[in-house]
């Protein structure tokens, strides 16, 4: 294992099974130990070579990595997107409308004109205000309904462990890794000494074991019936780039330790991740969601206009919960449809009364800041690093002060900024996503035994040599400091803030005469 642990705790295994595989050793794969150290010979060609050049060009203590340098400009990328945006200003027309003889009112939307596909757009609150639908009379046109079917998501990889302790408990990367780890150790829960609580929480795998969904299904009939239970056990596959697969899914060691069992025993985290864990492996195996989506077509017209307006009002209805009587995953940003209004019931023909009629203004959004659980899904979408470097690759960047946490967004610091941009400008293929991506495609290659490790290296290191050299030669020396209205009360010169190893400090211009 990659983390050996302070002490050793068996996960139910039985001594027959411990016997039989110390009696068949295997021999040990060259190919991944090949591979192996071509990653640990490329990181530190990058890391050790350009971080003593941003020593001397910008200053003490600072870092570049592979893996570390790209997430950063993803950051700072990011945040240039959103200072470049533009808003563009947008209008919609909601009427709110009842049948006649109920009370229960509801919101639809001005959609189209009726025989037309395109939608109508309303650049402007003049076009709002000069609506042709005062007075107009309503009426339902069409009622569709369609019953729609949820999936529940696969048990947890390392990287979507990572993303939903975020969105859910609020923890970091690493506290989410920290506690996993305790978890996996193993804990005193009771008689029979520590007992290892997870399986290997560094893991890009969705797979899970044959005995661990049979163990799953039967909780579920036992404790939800069988209605609750799909007639065929669910396997999922992994799609992310560059997936390896070489453990199981993050899942309890038996699903039979439900949570409540567990709150004497472990602490706040430990007990709160092992709930999200419990419930992510037991929901993955539970039947669909059903819901009965409904959308009303309305038609408006007024003495104003020939056209017929159409307008839009959806809803939906849960069915059957399935595996939503559990577990739900968290969605990004608040990216979640799942809470669409109830409508009431209505067939074609029946004639609506409005009640209001309002014009409201919309603005389109730039691109939300990084979270950590937002960079960690990039960068597993992009292929860039491994499930076992997302939190100490997030944690980096924050230590040295290239990125701050403001709330759950990351924002980029001056100095984080400045050295994206001096390594854009000098390692273009090292600060290249995709570059890195294909290495990591490379490195797969040769624990395949496809490819050689030493001729890659080789192909590596010639244009890194060159771009290093270049930059030794031009890479220009950078002051950073931010300008103040304070002056220095000792000299009354203007004081500056830097940014050293500790973080962000005040100075006095007059160092060193000065101190």
């Not at 700072?76 to 409308?97: G, H, K, M, N, T």
Request: charge should be negative.
């Amino acid at each position: 294992r990659a983390d050996p642990p302070k002490r050793v705790v068996f996960h139910e295994i039985t001594k027959e099974a411990v016997e039989e595989a110390f009696s068949h050793p295997r021999e040990i794969d060259m190919q991944l130990v090949n591979a192996q150290q071509a990653r640990r010979i490329l990181d530190r060609l990058v890391g050790y070579q350009i971080s003593p050049l941003l020593w001397r060009r910008v200053q003490r203590g600072l870092s570049a990595g592979r893996v570390q340098s790209v997430s950063l400009k993803m950051v700072v990328d990011r945040e240039r997107e959103i200072l470049a945006f533009v808003p563009v200003e947008s209008w919609s027309i909601d009427a709110q409308l009842r049948k006649g003889g109920t009370k229960t009112e509801f919101s639809a939307a001005l959609h189209s004109v009726k025989g037309e596909r395109k939608r109508i757009d309303i650049p402007t609150e003049q076009e709002a205000r000069q609506s042709e639908l005062e007075g107009a009379a309503y009426q339902v046109a069409e009622v569709r309904k369609r019953d729609v079917r949820q999936r529940p998501a696969a048990p947890f990889t390392t990287s979507t462990m990572q993303q939903e302790a975020g969105r859910k408990l609020r923890f970091t990367a690493q506290r989410t890794m920290s506690t996993a780890q305790q978890l996996y150790e193993g804990l005193d829960v009771g008689s029979g000494g520590p007992v290892g609580l997870i399986t290997y929480m560094r893991t890009d795998s969705t797979q899970v074991a044959g005995s661990a969904i049979a163990e799953v299904r039967e909780y579920i009939s036992s404790r939800y019936g069988k209605d609750h239970v799909p007639d065929k056990p669910r396997f999922y596959s992994k799609r992310s780039k560059g997936a390896q697969e070489a453990h199981e899914a993050v899942r309890p060691t038996s699903i039979k330790r439900d949570p409540s069992s567990l709150k004497d025993y472990l602490s706040r985290e430990q007990l709160n991740l092992y709930t999200l864990i419990w419930s992510r492996m037991l929901a993955s195996q539970m039947a669909d969601a059903r819901t009965e989506a409904t959308t009303i077509d309305i038609d408006a017209k007024s003495e104003k206009s020939t056209n017929i307006y159409n307008f839009r009002a959806t809803g939906s209805v849960l069915i059957f919960p399935g595996f939503r009587t559990l577990y739900l995953e968290s969605q990004d940003d608040n990216d979640n449809d799942d809470n669409q209004k109830t409508l009431p019931k209505l067939d074609s023909q029946d004639i609506l009364k409005c009640m209001d009629l309002n014009a409201n203004q919309h603005f389109t959004q730039p691109p939300p800041r990084f979270t950590e659980a937002t960079l960690i899904k990039a960068m597993e979408e992009k292929g860039i690093g491994r499930p076992s470097t997302y939190a100490p690759t997030i944690g980096t960047i924050l230590d040295r002060n290239y990125v701050e946490r403001e709330q759950t967004r990351l924002f980029p610091t001056i100095l984080g900024t400045t050295v994206a941009d001096l390594l854009k400008e000098y390692f273009i293929e090292i600060m290249d996503p995709d570059f890195t991506a294909r290495m990591e495609e490379e490195l797969d290659e040769v624990s395949t035994g496809d490819r050689e490790w030493v001729p890659m290296l080789h192909e590596f290191y010639g244009p890194f040599e060159q771009a290093l050299d270049t930059a030794q030669e031009k890479m220009p020396r950078i002051k950073l400091e931010e300008e103040t209205n304070e002056v220095c009360e000792t000299c009354e010169s203007p004081m500056v803030i830097k940014t050293g190893r500790f973080g962000r400090f005040m100075a006095c211009t007059g160092f060193p005469d000065c101190r």
